[in-house]
């Protein structure tokens, strides 16, 4: 599965999905009657600034970074939670950049070829509604045409390829355990055959035991169907096990996507590579996590240029003015870095 | 600074002194939820030291009853829940029958507790000086000055830059990783024996993690504070832990020192959790997956709690429940390690599916 | 079970038994709480005598005390538990100047009071619940201009705003049809000032629902919103409403007591609770204690009884006491 040698991105035929350029700034402005008292400005809060990748077809490529980082924000964007301040998105050919705000039939030939799981699995099921509900809900959207026992047998077979028994089918949400919602969840998403997958976080409100579960599920699933995962997560050791290419994200930008095995033994940019130091380790060796300084700034107020110099070890004059672009490096990996670019790292 | 060696030591001398100088020893705690269809079980027979300069880590997964251990020796049990046998010594003094106005002094003072989430920690309304100002006068008999003196060693010891200019700063001023700096230096404040950390760093992001491990680690060593470490997440008990107590359905199933419990866990239980940890070692197609889930408790099965999802199951773990047994360097709950007659270990798939 | 568990093992351990729906309603909390607490027995009680007496009053009450016809002038002012000398009528909580029997003009008057209190509450809670979901899910200046009016609402007290609003509908009518249309008058005056406790709970509950991941989760499919809002989010938001509206019901009563106190309210001619009070107050220093003591006994009891449960409602249902 693990590519070795990855092509550069865009120069491979098959991808599936294409952000070009993707951006959503946010008004985080205090109120108008408030800015007019106090004074102050309208603020905006750039949460994804320029961001483009691609995701081939049957691949997973994950979105790592810390709170704040805006990995999140580029999910929503490309199933068109959020509609984008800027760029665009391609999928399958097809330009899906104003897919925000249409619903219903207009849409419904592109939207039900992807869907999306979610991070917590107590808030992602509708409390009221049977679990067969819940799962029937995109059937009900997409192939109204079904009938009801037709669904109902799908429903069921659904569940049972999660894992889970046809008849957990007429309980509630609340009678299950948060790894079980996350299967139901993952059963909603699978109902209509989509092709892309974007799970944000899904593991990451679960414990480990039934985390191992959920991502085993996905391989699992991933292989029967040849889908194709946007995999958003924390916690890097997850996204090695999972992805097959990597793009970490720092305050709106990435920083450095590179295939997964690439970035593990040779991360380039200064904030993979403490990403990768700060990951505790279980060998015993003991070993010290090194310590990044500082915190995430506040995306409100980004630093200048590169958003990570006040906290990078390499940074010089040229970091703090100039924002550095993403420059294809060697064995698929692109970095966003001067230090890299001018050969000084 | 002996202590400082001390805890620099490896760490079964610590665990294998007397009860009398444990900081803290918790001896057969057993906690009852009673409803109205019966009496739930949350925590059965747990027993423990932490020894002064010691971290003992608490760890399981969500309902194993870790935070409940760390509320039952503070006393913040959830009504209806209750201590309902068993003890607990704070440096050989009992206090698990203390009432609630005996215990309010020992919270803060001798016992400082650190929570999850900083911001529910301090208070919105003060700044971070008047309040650690307030703790500190509340247990030491400091005037405002030298209390505020204290405050500002406080906060550059838990490494607040220009602290003279943070002090009057309210807490939503400070970033999440400042603020739980400050929550650390509250609970230093009164200079308590017995540090109870509650997930400290489940709310950080992994940078800022490393930061307030390393000190939490480097204070209570300084000061031989004794730390339980509670925490779903291994990482952060590996680096920070001297020995970790893993909990599974309100029991306790293993203890011992931190490494040989990660690299050798000798309760089935842990040994697959470590196993269903993803690591960025080499890459392995499938996580080991623990089937099921943990027993809800109203429906803990008879016997030892984890028999139903133990791939060495045998009878006997169905009917018998095992007692903390010596293993080579700890102790486990499990008949894997009977002295006199073990049950017979079967080979693990390694993927199972 | 002699098996590593397998995933259906599983959920056997997490499946609770299960019990009809019946029994299952008999053995929820909401159940075991009511039973628990002597003062909630006794107010549903209270409650449904008062709505069953409300309910039967013309099967239940010797006479119709709107019916002039019915009315002896001559039993005017008999004292309770009396047999009239004249009629060999028995008053059981006395008659009033016109000779109506109080008993009767309590059972017809409680059920005018529950009819308006009724009627208003769910007309501020449809106008509250509308408004509130706009406001929060569509936000921007409809949850500007719609917040705003309601704030400066709350700037006044909801009984001066009825009146206010009870004298500009009645400004616009003739005269003639003042008697007929006042309890409709009443219902919209007392609905329009009361609408905005439901707008902001509904409010507050649709922004929370709105952010959650199912309500997410049917947006990526594409779901339209406004399937979105009536069959996702209205049904998450109508607990809290539906507790507000049960102490809405005794306040809205109280509110219609008032009116009718103040005289703009129910007229002579159709006595509720609030008019009885208010015409029996002239008689309370001249010994007829009775005309206006049991009308406020039966205020004081409909009130307390669904305010009483409406507290309890609000506690059991509240997840964060539970």
Known sequence: MTQSQAPLPHSSDDILLAVDDLARHFDVSRPWLNRLIERADRQTLKAVDGVSFSIRRGETLALVGESGCGKSTVARLIVGLYGLTRGQITFDGQDISQLAGKSGKQVAAIRQRFQMIFQDPFASLNPLWRVNTIIGEPLRLFRPQMSSADRHRRVGELLEQVGMSAADGYRYPHEFSGGQRQRISIARALANEPEFMVCDEPTSALDVSVQAQILNLMKDLQQEYGLTYLFISHDMAVVKHMADRIAVMYLGRIAEIAPADQLFSQPRHPYSRMLLDAVPSLDGSGKQRSMIEGEVPNPVHPPSGCAFHPRCPHAFERCQREIPGLIASTGGTQVACHAVEEGRL | MSLTQNSAERPDTASQREDTTAVLSVRNLRVEFPNRHGTLVALDDISFDIAPGEILGVVGESGAGKSMTGNAVIQLLEPPGHIAAGEVRLSGERIDNLSEEDFVPLRGRRIGMIFQDPLTSLNPLFSIGDQLVETIRAHLPLNEKKARAKALDLLREVGIPAPETRLDSYPHQFSGGMRQRVVIALALAAEPELIIADEPTTALDVSVQAQILALLKKVCAERGAAVMLVTHDMGVIAETANRVAVMYAGRLIEIGPVDDVIQRPQHPYTEGLMASIPGLGARRERLYQIEGAMPRLAAIPSGCAFNPRCPHAADRCRQERPSLLATSQGQAACWLHDPVNPVARRPLQETSS | ?322
């Open chain 3, 1 to 322: 079970m002699s098996q590593p568990a397998t995933q259906h093992n599983k959920d056997d351990v997490m499946a609770s038994p299960k019990p009809s729906k019946w029994q299952g309603f008999l053995d929820s909390d909401i159940v075991h709480s009511w039973k628990q607490q002597p003062v909630v027995i006794m107010a549903t009680l209270m409650t449904l005598l008062m709505f069953m007496g409300a309910l039967f009053a013309p099967w239940i009450a010797p006479q119709n005390p709107f019916d002039p016809g019915q009315l002896e002038l001559i039993d005017a002012f008999t004292p309770p538990l009396t047999t009239s000398d004249f009629t060999g009528n028995f008053y059981l909580l006395g008659s009033d100047s016109q000779g109506r029997d109080v008993f009767s003009a309590i059972l017809y008057g409680s059920r005018i009071s529950l009819l308006v209190g009724f009627a208003a509450v769910f007309f501020a809670l449809a106008l509250g619940t509308a408004l509130g979901l706009v406001a929060g899910f569509r936000g921007g200046w409809r949850d500007a201009i719609i917040m705003r009016i309601a704030d400066v609402q709350l700037t006044f007290p909801s009984i001066l705003l009825a009146l206010l609003i009870f004298g500009v509908i009645r400004g616009f009518m003739p005269g003639s049809m003042h008697a007929e249309v006042a309890i409709i008058v009443l219902i919209i005056a007392i609905g329009l000032s009361d609408w905005v406790q439901y707008a902001r709970a509904v409010r507050g509950a649709t922004m929370v629902e709105k952010s959650k991941e199912y309500v997410q989760a049917a947006r990526v499919i594409g779901l339209p919103d406004i399937k979105i809002l009536f069959q996702h989010i209205l049904p998450n938001v109508m607990r809290p409403v539906l507790v507000i509206g049960t102490i809405g019901l005794a306040l809205a009563i109280i509110a219609e007591a008032t009116l009718s106190f103040l005289g703009v309210g129910m007229p002579a001619t159709q006595p509720s609770l609030g008019t009885l009070i208010r015409v029996g107050q002239d008689y309370m220093f001249s010994g007829e204690w009775w005309i206006l003591f049991f009308p406020g006994v039966a205020l004081l009891i409909l009130a307390l009884s669904v305010n009483l449960l409406g507290d309890w409602l609000r506690d059991v249902l509240n997840p964060k006491l539970r």
